[in-house]
């Protein structure tokens, strides 16, 4: 695999760099410690410019190329926060902080982006902008919304802009991408059955809200099974019900639901939030409840731009020479505000065959450091390349 050699020179950096953010693990936008290291090392490199505070604990840096005669900007993103997961690894750099743990890569993914910044400020080898950003609250936050909200694109003039992720199951040194669709809309949905108390032998004197509670989860279904069209992907989980009883044989007044819906398209997302309202609240007036519903739309669908995905792909293809196209997956990602921003693409790396994403017994691979931070880099200098 045709990595650089300096990234190679630099691997055990990287992993000691990546090994030191597993271990300190911060979440949303409390990621002070992590955006403190990104900030040093960013200024050990000799960035033009450090600039910090964007969503409260993101962190830019801005390296000009040997020439900006182009005026070409290319952001680059990472995200550095964690999970609040108890890690199971049981590795040597294993989380120091209870609750929190690194299990979807965003250590990998910014110890990589360390590693393409100190290259590119040591080389300059491109013709105009090489932007680095380092995002909080990937992971439930809407981080990336908050920096585009707070003027990112316009503060540093960027142009396209480029993201990736690992993926466990891809080989290590093997790329992954599709245009168009490739992340879900992520929404939340909290419904409230409201129903009248009563004594768990005398059902008759009640109006039981987990009857209707339950008879609400299973409708629900039926909007994808019989309101939404079969070619478009659409899923509605109810992941979270909680009575307001506390006893074996209370009746109680209310249940509360919470789940998630996915959808790839505007038109089923709209259909889903209608859909879900008039479902809940009939299926429950139906059993002599109440349903009140509140639909948050989150993130939205992450597009990859046609043009900028075949820049991706042959940024990877010169780094490892194989880049597969890849499925949609009904997961979301936050990156896709900035794709909503400017032109860009969300490319995957292998992660090799590691435990999944969000499981307490995942573990970034080190040895797909040189092939992610050797495609950002490829990234950079492709699309700003030096004349002659």
């Known amino acids: 695999m045709p990595i650089r050699n300096r990234l190679g020179e630099m691997h055990a950096d990287i992993a000691g760099w990546r090994r030191h953010l597993h271990a300190n693990p911060e979440l949303l936008f409390d990621t002070h410690d992590t955006a403190a290291f990104v900030t040093a090392r960013l200024k050990e490199f000799g960035c033009d410019e450090v600039v910090t505070g964007i969503a409260r604990t993101g962190v830019v840096g801005v390296i000009r190329g040997r020439d900006t005669g182009s005026g070409r900007v290319t952001g680059l993103r990472a995200d550095m926060d964690a999970l609040p997961i108890d890690e199971a690894t049981g590795v040597p750099h294993a989380s120091q902080n209870p609750g929190k743990m690194h299990a979807c890569g965003h250590d990998g993914h910014t110890a990589m982006l360390l590693g393409a910044a100190r290259y590119l400020a040591e080389t300059r080898n491109f013709d105009g902008t090489a932007v680095v950003i380092f995002q909080p609250a990937e992971e439930g936050g809407g981080g990336g919304g908050v920096m585009v909200d707070e003027g990112l694109m316009d503060r540093f003039a960027i142009d396209e802009v480029y993201g990736m992720h690992n993926w466990p199951g891809l080989p290590v040194g093997q790329f992954a991408i599709r245009e ?75 249940v509360r639901m919470a789940g998630t819906v996915r959808t790839m398209d505007d038109a089923t997302r709209d259909l889903a939030e209608q859909r879900i309202a008039a479902v809940a609240e009939h299926t429950a007036h139906a059993l002599g409840a109440r349903a009140e519903v509140h639909y948050q739309r989150r993130y939205p669908a992450l597009v990859n731009h046609p043009e900028q995905t075949g820049f991706a792909i042959d940024a990877a293809r010169a780094v490892s020479g194989g880049c597969s196209e890849a499925a949609k997956v009904m997961g979301g990602e936050d990156f896709a505000f900035m794709l909503l921003a400017r032109p860009g693409a969300y490319i995957l790396t292998g992660n090799g065959d590691s435990a999944a994403l969000h499981n307490a017994g995942y573990d970034f691979n080190d040895e797909a450091i040189s092939a992610g931070a050797s495609w950002w880099v490829e990234m950079a200098e492709r699309r700003m390349p030096l004349a002659g």
């Open 180 to 254: 168009g669709e490739q992340f879900a809309a992520s929404d939340t949905i909290e419904i409230t059955i409201s129903g009248q108390g009563g004594h768990g032998a005398m059902p008759d004197l009640a109006v039981d809200p987990v009857v209707a509670a339950a008879h609400v989860v299973t409708a629900l279904q039926t909007i994808v099974s019989r309101n939404s069209t079969p070619v478009k992907p659409l899923v509605i989980s109810v992941c979270r019900i909680e009575s307001s009883g506390h006893a074996f044989n209370v009746i109680p007044a209310s």
